[in-house]
C-alpha cells in the first residue's frame, strides 16, 4: 500500500483524490461545531441549550396545569432530542434546582449539600406560571424539523425574559467552553428596563446559595475577569464558628473535605466539623482551646473552599457562531429582543382584531339589512356569492373605493374576500332569529377600544415594554430579592493567618536551613508556606521557601521568617568594600524581593564582607564601639557608632563611610531606641496572641526595651519581653499591660496556713525578665482574692462569724496598709472567712467619657477576683 499512497496521503493514479488530512480536518470542524452549537454553549435568543429547550418544549405540550412524572417528560423530550435518557433527566434537574422555570415536586436534590434526586420515576415536574408567560407563544415561534423528521421543534422560544443571565450556563466544548453566572432576578427587570430608558446598567452575579462576593474584577463578564466568593460565617462563641451560607458552586461535602484537608496540613486548627444543614446552612465548627475565632476565620477563607474564585467566560452563539460578550452586552440583546417580540405580539393582536372587527361588522350589515332574503332566487351556490357581495358593496366600501361626496358607507379596513361571504352563507337561522343590534354594536364598539390601545402601545412600544418588564417585577418578584451581598474583600496574608506546623532549624557553618535539620540550631516556630529570609558573611542575602532541606550558602549570619511588605524590621550591617578598603554603614528594609534570587549587600566587589549585623524587629537603631587594627595610621583606634545617626534607605543603597581604616573588632554597647515610633499592640482575647492588626485589646505603644507586666491567678507575677510572637494562656490571665517600675500592686489574698484574709502593697522590685514571682504564700489553700494595679482603691467585703452571719466591711487599701516589699506577707485583714471582695471606688464622669473600659487595657486596671466562684474579672 505505501507503493499507492503518496506523502500528502493521496493515492496515485488515481482520479478520486483522497486526503486524509483534509478527512481528519473535516471530521473534527464537524464534531467541533456540532458540539458547540447542539451541546455546549447556549444561544443568545432564548439563552437555552437545545436539550433545555427541547425539554421545555416538551412539557408544554404536556401541560395540563397538573404535575407529571420526569419519566415521562423525559420520555417524551426524546421524541425531539438525539441523546439518551440520561442527559435529558440531568438537564431537567439542573433547571428545576435554579427554582425559576419549572415547578418541583418530590425530593430534586439539594445544590447546598451536594445531595442527588430521586430516580425519575419518583418525582414530579410542572412548568411554573412564569415560564408560561414568558417563554412560549406559537404565532412568534419560529419551527425546523426534529433530528428524524417526525415532529416540528422550535429554533428557538420567544423568550421575553433574559433567561441566560437568571439561570447563568456553564459548558465545554472543543476548544471552547462558557461560565455565565446567575444574576439576580429582579435586578435583571429593573436593569431592561432602565436600558430601554437608554440608561447605563451594571450588573453583577447572585446566587441562591447566598455569600458573599468581590466584583472589584468580574469585567462585565467576560473572558480574563474573575469574582471571589465567600462563604458566610459568624462566631456562635469563642470556640465555635458556623457557615452559615455557601460560595457558589461549593457544597458542605465538599467545604468541609476542604476543612479537614487543610486541618490534616496543619494550615489551619480545627477540633471538630459537623453538618447540621437542615432547612438552613449550618456547619458548625469547633476550634481547640486557645485558637483565635478570627484569625481562624482568615484561615478558613485562606486554605479551604469557604473562599473560591471563580473566571467567568460569557460566550453564546448568535447566527450560528460563538460570541464573547460581556453581561450587559446580552442584556441589552435580550432587552431588545423582548422589545420586538412584544411589537410582533402586537401586530398579531391587531390583525386578529381587525379580522374580528371586519367580519362583526360584515354580519351587522348582512342580518340588519336583510341581506340573506335577496338570495332565495338564486339558482347556484355562485350566484349565492356574487349576490350577496354586490348587496354588501351597497353599504360598505373597500380602502380601493374611490369616495364619492355625501358618500356615508361603512369603510372597511380591507376588501370582501369570497372566504367572507361564504362564513356570512354559514350563520344559522336561530342565530338570526335572535339577533341582538345593540349588542352587536357595543362588540364592535368594544374591538375598536381594544384596536385604539394597541395602535396606541405601537406607537408607545418603549413604554409598552417599560410596562411589560414591571407587570413582570409585580407578578414574580416576591422572594426573589438579592441573596448574594456585594462587598470588596480585604487580601488575606496567607503567611499571617496559617498555623504554625513546623520549626526551622540552620546549620550556619555548612549553609543549610530547613525543618529537617533537627539534630541542628533550632530558629522559630513557622509554616510550610512561610518564605525564609538568610543573611551570610559575605555581605549577601536570599529569600527561599521553606523546605525539609535547602542549602543557601555557607557562614550564615541571620536566619528568619520573612514577611512581605513588612516595613518594621530594620536591618543594620556594617561591611567592608575590598575594593577600597573602607567600611560602610546602612541601614535597610526588605520589604519585596524575587524569590531564591541572591542580592549582594555590598558593592559587589570580590571578597567584600560583613563585618557587623543585627535585625531588629521594631526598627531599633544601637550604638556599637569600633575597634581598629594596632598598625593602621588612625589617631584614634577606638570610638563608638551610632546607627541612629543613619537614615533607613534601600537595600541597595552603599551606605555611609564608618572608616577607611581596618577594623578588628564591633561589640555592641546598647541597644538603642526605635527609630520608627512607637508600636501599637493588642492582646487577641481568645488566643492570647499579641498583634498589631488591632484584634482584641489595646495594650498600649510600646518602644525598644519597654516590657510587659503579666499577673496570674495564682497570685504570681512576671515581667515579659515586647516579644509578638508571645502566646499568653487567657485561663490563667487576670492583668497584663505596660510595666511601669513606678506602679504600686495592691493586692488582697487568703493565707492557706494560717487561714487568715491578708492585705499587702508592693513596688515590683524585681529585676529578671521572663521568670514567674508569687507574691503569696505557695501554700495549697491560699488563693488570691483581689489585686489592683490603681492608687486609693476601696473594696467592699463580706466577713462570715462563726455562727454564719454575713457583715459587710468597707475599707481604703492605701490608708490600710504602707507599701512594702513584694515577699511580705502583709497586714491581716481578717481571721474570718471572707466572701465577695470587689473595688467601689466610683469612676468619674470624665474618666467615663474619656475611657472605654470593653476595648482598652492599661496600667491602672484592677481584678474582681471572687473567693466563692475563683474567677477574675476585669474592671
Known amino acids: 500500500m505505501s507503493n499507492n499512497i503518496s506523502n500528502n496521503g493521496t493515492e496515485n493514479g488515481s482520479d478520486n483524490i483522497i486526503s486524509l488530512n483534509g478527512m481528519y480536518k473535516d471530521y473534527f470542524l464537524d464534531y467541533a461545531s456540532y458540539v458547540i452549537l447542539e451541546r455546549a454553549v447556549p444561544g443568545i435568543n432564548d439563552g437555552l441549550k437545545p436539550v433545555q429547550r427541547r425539554i421545555l418544549h416538551s412539557m408544554k405540550e404536556m401541560d395540563d396545569g397538573r404535575f407529571h412524572k420526569v419519566a415521562n417528560i423525559i420520555g417524551q423530550t426524546m421524541q425531539y432530542h438525539p441523546h439518551g435518557d440520561a442527559a435529558i433527566g440531568a438537564a431537567l434537574v439542573n433547571m428545576g434546582q435554579k427554582d425559576l422555570l419549572i415547578d418541583c415536586q418530590g425530593n430534586w436534590g439539594d445544590v447546598r449539600t451536594g445531595d442527588s434526586a430521586a430516580a425519575s420515576r419518583y418525582i414530579e415536574a410542572r412548568l411554573t406560571k412564569f415560564a408560561l408567560e414568558v417563554a412560549f407563544n406559537k404565532q412568534t415561534t419560529d419551527w425546523q424539523l426534529s433530528y428524524d423528521g417526525r415532529k416540528n421543534e422550535p429554533i428557538a422560544l420567544p423568550m421575553k425574559f433574559p433567561l441566560l443571565l437568571a439561570h447563568g450556563a456553564e459548558g465545554i466544548a472543543v476548544g471552547l467552553s462558557t461560565k455565565i453566572l446567575p444574576h439576580n432576578f429582579i435586578e435583571l427587570l429593573k436593569a431592561s428596563i432602565k436600558i430601554l430608558q437608554d440608561k447605563r446598567v451594571k450588573i453583577y452575579p447572585d446566587f441562591l446559595t447566598g455569600g458573599q462576593i468581590d466584583v472589584s474584577d468580574y469585567n462585565g463578564g467576560k473572558r480574563g475577569g474573575k469574582v471571589k466568593v465567600r462563604a458566610k460565617i459568624i462566631k456562635i462563641d469563642k470556640s465555635t464558628l458556623a457557615v452559615k451560607e455557601l460560595p457558589y458552586g461549593v457544597t458542605t461535602s465538599n467545604l468541609i473535605d476542604s476543612i479537614i484537608k487543610a486541618n490534616d496540613k496543619g494550615k489551619i486548627k480545627v477540633k471538630k466539623v459537623s453538618d447540621n444543614t437542615a432547612k438552613e446552612v449550618e456547619v458548625l465548627i469547633e476550634l481547640p482551646s486557645g485558637e483565635s475565632p478570627d484569625v481562624a476565620i482568615d484561615a478558613l477563607y485562606a486554605f479551604t473552599n469557604c473562599e473560591i474564585s471563580i ?377 492570647g496572641k499579641l498583634n498589631t492588626e488591632e484584634r482584641g485589646k489595646y495594650l498600649g505603644e510600646y518602644d525598644t526595651g519597654d516590657h510587659l507586666i503579666t499577673i496570674y491567678k495564682n497570685g504570681s507575677y512576671e515581667i515579659v519581653d515586647m516579644d509578638m510572637n508571645r502566646r499568653f494562656e487567657i485561663k490563667d490571665l487576670l492583668y497584663i499591660g505596660k510595666f511601669d517600675e513606678k506602679v504600686v500592686v495592691s493586692a488582697v489574698y487568703y493565707e492557706g496556713s494560717k487561714k487568715w484574709t491578708m492585705v499587702k502593697r508592693f513596688n515590683i522590685e524585681t529585676s529578671s525578665i521572663n521568670q514567674n514571682f508569687p507574691f503569696i504564700p505557695e501554700h495549697r489553700s491560699s488563693r488570691l482574692l483581689f489585686v489592683s494595679t490603681k492608687s486609693n482603691v476601696n473594696i467592699e467585703y463580706t466577713e462570715k462569724n462563726g455562727g454564719g452571719a454575713k457583715k459587710q466591711q468597707t475599707i481604703n487599701l492605701d490608708e490600710f496598709i504602707d507599701v512594702k516589699g513584694w515577699k511580705a506577707l502583709g497586714n491581716k485583714l481578717s481571721d474570718q472567712k471572707i466572701t465577695g471582695v470587689k473595688e467601689i471606688m466610683a469612676e468619674t464622669k470624665t474618666e467615663k467619657e474619656n475611657t472605654n473600659e470593653k476595648d482598652v487595657l492599661r496600667a491602672g486596671d484592677s481584678i474582681e477576683f471572687d473567693l466563692d466562684d475563683n474567677q477574675g474579672k476585669l474592671f
Not at 540 to 560: M, P, Q, S, W, Y
Open 311 to 687: 473566571s467567568p467566560n460569557a460566550c453564546v452563539i448568535i447566527d450560528d457562531k460563538p460570541h464573547f460578550l460581556t453581561v450587559e452586552e446580552i442584556l441589552r440583546t435580550s432587552t431588545e429582543q423582548t422589545k420586538e417580540l412584544l411589537k410582533l405580539e402586537l401586530l398579531i393582536k391587531q390583525a386578529e382584531l381587525e379580522e374580528k372587527w371586519h367580519m362583526a361588522s360584515l354580519e351587522k350589515i348582512f342580518i340588519e339589512n336583510r341581506i340573506y332574503r335577496e338570495i332565495e332566487e338564486c339558482e347556484s351556490f355562485e350566484e349565492v356569492i356574487e349576490t350577496i357581495d354586490r348587496e354588501l358593496r351597497k353599504y360598505v366600501r373597500t380602502p380601493g373605493d374611490e369616495k364619492l361626496p355625501k358618500d356615508q358607507r361603512l369603510l372597511l379596513k380591507r376588501d370582501i374576500t369570497q372566504e367572507d361571504i361564504i362564513k356570512l352563507t354559514e350563520i344559522k337561522i336561530k342565530r338570526i332569529s335572535k339577533y341582538n343590534s345593540f349588542k352587536a354594536d357595543e362588540q364592535i364598539a368594544k374591538l375598536e377600544e381594544e384596536l385604539k390601545q394597541v395602535r396606541f402601545d405601537l406607537e408607545h412600544l418603549t413604554d409598552f415594554a417599560i410596562a411589560y418588564f414591571e407587570r413582570l417585577l409585580d407578578k414574580f418578584g416576591k422572594g426573589k430579592e438579592r441573596r448574594t451581598s456585594i462587598t470588596t474583600f480585604e487580601q488575606i496574608a496567607r503567611a499571617e493567618v496559617v498555623a504554625n506546623n513546623a520549626k526551622l532549624y540552620v546549620n550556619r557553618k555548612e549553609g543549610f536551613i530547613g525543618t529537617g535539620l533537627k539534630k541542628d540550631d533550632f530558629v522559630t516556630d513557622c509554616s510550610d508556606i512561610d518564605d525564609i529570609i538568610v543573611f551570610r558573611a559575605d555581605g549577601k542575602f536570599v529569600v527561599t521557601r521553606i523546605a525539609e532541606k535547602v542549602f543557601v550558602g555557607k557562614n550564615i549570619l541571620h536566619v528568619d521568617v520573612w514577611k512581605k511588605g513588612d516595613d518594621r524590621t530594620t536591618y543594620n550591617m556594617i561591611y567592608v568594600d575590598a575594593k577600597s578598603g573602607r567600611s560602610m554603614a546602612k541601614r535597610f528594609h526588605v520589604t519585596a524581593i524575587t524569590r531564591d534570587r541572591e542580592y549582594d549587600l555590598t558593592k559587589g566587589a570580590k571578597g567584600s564582607k560583613a563585618l557587623y549585623f543585627t535585625a531588629n524587629p521594631n526598627g531599633e537603631a544601637e550604638t556599637v564601639n569600633i575597634q581598629l587594627t594596632q598598625g593602621c595610621s588612625a589617631r584614634n583606634k577606638i570610638f563608638d557608632f551610632d546607627f541612629g545617626e543613619l537614615a533607613i534607605k534601600g537595600r541597595a543603597s552603599q551606605g555611609n563611610i564608618v572608616t577607611k581604616y581596618p577594623i578588628r573588632k564591633i561589640t555592641q554597647l546598647e541597644v538603642g531606641k526605635s527609630t520608627l515610633g512607637a508600636l501599637k499592640v493588642w492582646m487577641d482575647e481568645v488566643s
